[in-house]
């Protein structure tokens, strides 16, 4: 098996997984501030399981942009012939734009919900 094509797979597979991640810890710090007002009981238990959730998602972020650059370096020209790639590679830019944008937004309102 040829180590540089494992390489670029396990990759794409810690970029993909820690994009989850980040999506489900944002969903999740969603539900425990939501909870944290319905249950004051247990809002400190549930405060510190919500900087939990942002702290990884940070490190989420860290590993998504870690493996997106090295994705770069393993982009494969003209796959698709010449036409389709400078379509491709303009659609690849403003996909990473908006979801920058999101990553962005996703990550202030979490601070804001975490830290309240």
Same mark, same amino acid.
């Given at each position: 098996?040829?180590?540089?094509?494992?390489? /670029?797979? !396990?990759?794409?597979?810690?970029? +993909?997984?820690? %994009?989850?991640?980040?999506? *489900?810890?944002?969903?999740?710090?969603?539900?425990?501030?939501?909870?944290? *007002?319905?249950?004051?009981? &247990?809002? +400190? !238990?549930?405060?510190?399981? $919500?900087? @939990?959730?942002?702290?990884? *998602?940070?490190?989420?972020?860290? !590993?998504?942009?870690?493996?997106?650059?090295?994705?770069? @370096?393993? #982009?494969?020209?003209?796959?698709?012939?010449? +036409?389709? $790639?400078?379509?491709?590679?303009?659609?690849?830019? /403003?996909?990473?734009?908006?979801? &920058?944008?999101?990553?962005?937004?996703?990550?202030?309102?979490? #601070?804001?919900? %975490?830290?309240?």
């Amino acid at each position: 098996m040829n180590l540089k094509k494992t390489a /670029i797979v !396990l990759n794409g597979f810690i970029h +993909d997984f820690a %994009t989850g991640y980040w999506l *489900s810890a944002m969903i999740s710090i969603v539900y425990l501030h939501h909870f944290q *007002s319905q249950y004051p009981a &247990v809002a +400190d !238990l549930l405060g510190h399981i $919500e900087r @939990f959730f942002f702290w990884s *998602s940070i490190g989420a972020m860290v !590993l998504i942009f870690a493996t997106g650059g090295a994705r770069t @370096f393993t #982009y494969v020209n003209n796959f698709f012939g010449a +036409d389709v $790639e400078k379509t491709r590679r303009k659609m690849l830019v /403003i996909k990473h734009v908006l979801l &920058v944008a999101i990553a962005a937004a996703g990550g202030y309102m979490a #601070y804001v919900l %975490t830290f309240h």
